[in-house]
C-alpha cells in the first residue's frame, strides 16, 4: 500500500490491514533513535520523555547497549535452560549485588515476573502459611495483562471484560495501612505493591505506608511483593524504588528498562522465600543471552555513568521547570512523583490535548487518563534536554490556554 503522491508506504493503513487493534497509537510512525531523541518516517526529530514507557533509561541505542547486542548475536543467541547460560549468570550476579543477596529468575515482560512472584508467594503459603494463597493488591496499581496479573491490578476498566477472573486477589486503597490490615485473613498470603504507582500516574508511596506494610508482613508471616516493573533500574534515583523507604521487600520484580529496550523480565527474591525446586516454574526464552548480555550493558552503564544521581539531580531539575509552568498556567497542577518518573494533573480533561500538541511541536509525553501527563524520560537526560522540553511544553500550553475548555 503506498500513497499515490510519494510512492511511499502507508504504514497507517497497512497497519490497520494487517495488526489486531489492540492499540490507541499516536499518529506518529518511527524508525531510529538516538540517546533521548527519536526520529519519524520523515525525517522529524523529538525530544522523547515516554522512553518506550520507562524502557529506554540509557536512551536510544546506546553503545553499550549494542555493542554487547552485536557480539552476543555472533556468539550465542539461544540455549535451552536445560544447560548453563554465562550471560544468564553474570546478569544475575549483578542484580544480587544491587539487591544485595536476592536470587533471580529471568521472564520476558513484566506481566510474567509478577505470575513468577505470584506462584512463589502461593508456594510460600502452602509451606509456611497454611495453604493461604490470596494476595492484597492496591486500587489504581498495575501488574500485567495476564488473567492473574490483570486480576492483580487494581483498576477495574481492566478487569470487566474478562470477568470471571482467576481467584484469590483483592485490592484496598492505596497509601492506607489500615485498609490492608482489615483485608488481611487467613487466606492471605501476600501484599503485592509499587512503591510509586507508574500507569496509575505516578504516585508515590508514603514513608509510613511503606514501612507500615513491612512490618504488618513481618507480624503476620506474608509475604512482601514489590513490583519494579515501572519504577526499577534507577528510574527514581536508586535502583530500587523502594530504596527510598528504608524497607527490604521479600520478592522484587522487574522488566522494561532492564536490558536498555531488549524484553526481559525478573522476579528476584530474597533466602526467605527462595522455595522454588526444579519443575516448579520455567521459561523457553527468559534468560535469553541477548536480553541478558543488554541487561548487563545496561547495568555496568547505569553504575559507571552515574546515572542514579544524574536521575535524581535531572528529576528535581525537571520537577522545578514543571512547578514553574504549573504557576504559570493554572489549569495544571503542581507535579508529583520522584526522579526522573514525575506527571501532572491536568484539568478539564485536556491531557491528551497536550499530548497531541506536544507531539507536533517535537516533544512525546504521554497521559495515563484524560486528567494525567506522564513524564518518564531516559536516565541520560542533559539539564540543555529538559531546558529544551521545558521550552516546548511551554509553548504547547501557551496554545492550549488558548481553547475554550480552559476558560471554563
Ligand atoms: C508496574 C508494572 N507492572 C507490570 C507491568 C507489565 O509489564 P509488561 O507490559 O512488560 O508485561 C507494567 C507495565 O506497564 C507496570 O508498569
Redesign the pocket.
Known amino acids: 500500500m503506498t500513497t499515490a503522491e510519494t510512492g511511499k508506504r502507508d504504514w497507517v493503513a497497512l497497519e490497520h490491514q494487517y495488526y489486531q487493534g489492540t492499540f490507541k497509537r499516536q499518529p506518529l510512525t518511527l524508525v531510529r533513535g538516538e540517546g533521548p531523541r527519536v526520529w519519524d518516517s520523515e525525517g522529524k526529530i523529538y525530544l522523547d520523555f515516554v522512553a518506550g ?2 524502557v529506554n533509561v540509557l536512551g536510544h541505542c546506546h553503545p553499550a547497549v549494542v555493542k554487547a547486542v552485536q557480539e552476543q548475536v555472533t556468539q550465542l543467541v539461544h540455549v535451552s535452560n536445560l544447560y548453563y547460560n554465562v550471560r544468564q549468570i553474570e546478569l544475575a550476579e549483578l542484580l544480587g549485588v544491587q539487591s544485595r543477596g536476592m536470587r533471580s529468575f529471568f521472564s ?7 505470575e513468577g512472584a505470584i506462584k512463589l508467594a502461593r508456594k510460600y503459603g502452602r509451606l509456611h502459611r497454611g495453604g493461604a494463597y490470596e494476595i492484597i493488591s492496591m486500587d489504581r ?6 488473567l492473574a ?1 490483570t486480576a492483580a491490578t487494581g483498576q477495574a476498566s481492566y478487569q470487566a471484560t474478562w470477568v470471571p477472573l482467576p481467584d484469590g486477589f483483592k485490592q484496598v486503597p492505596f497509601n492506607d495501612l489500615e485498609a490492608v490490615k482489615q483485608a488481611t485473613s487467613e487466606k492471605t498470603v501476600g501484599i503485592l505493591v ?1 512503591a510509586v ?3 496509575g500516574g505516578i504516585y508515590p508511596a508514603t514513608q509510613e505506608y511503606l514501612q507500615g506494610l513491612r512490618q504488618w508482613c513481618d507480624e503476620q508471616n506474608l509475604v512482601l511483593i514489590c ?5 526499577g533500574m534507577g528510574r527514581t534515583g536508586k535502583f530500587f524504588s523502594w530504596e527510598h523507604y528504608g524497607i527490604r521487600p521479600d520478592i522484587v ?1 522487574m ?2 528498562g532492564l536490558a536498555g529496550g531488549v ?1 526481559i ?1 525478573a522476579m528476584l527474591t530474597a533466602p526467605r522465600t527462595d522455595l522454588f525446586a526444579p519443575g516448579d516454574h520455567g521459561t523457553t526464552f527468559g534468560g535469553n543471552p541477548i536480553a541478558c548480555a543488554a541487561g548487563i550493558a545496561t547495568i555496568k552503564t547505569i553504575v559507571e555513568e552515574n546515572l542514579l544521581e544524574n536521575a535524581a539531580k535531572m528529576g528535581d531539575y525537571w520537577n522545578a521547570k514543571l512547578e514553574e509552568l504549573s504557576n504559570k498556567y493554572t489549569f495544571i497542577d503542581s507535579p508529583r512523583g520522584l526522579g526522573l518518573m514525575r506527571a501532572v494533573h491536568v484539568q478539564h480533561g485536556l491531557a491528551p490535548v497536550i499530548v497531541q500538541k506536544a507531539l507536533e511541536h517535537g516533544l512525546l509525553l504521554n497521559n495515563t487518563s484524560p486528567d494525567t501527563l506522564r513524564m518518564i524520560p531516559p536516565l541520560v537526560l542533559t539539564a540543555g534536554d529538559i531546558d529544551e522540553a521545558a521550552h516546548v511544553l511551554d509553548q504547547t500550553l501557551a496554545e492550549v490556554a488558548t481553547l475554550p475548555a480552559t476558560q471554563a
Open positions: 514507557i520507562a520476558n515482560s513484566g506481566a510474567e515476573a509478577n496499581s498495575f501488574h500485567g495483562r495476564t496479573t509499587e504507582q507508574g500507569e513490583d519494579e516493573v515501572q519504577a520484580t522488566a522494561k524484553p523480565g
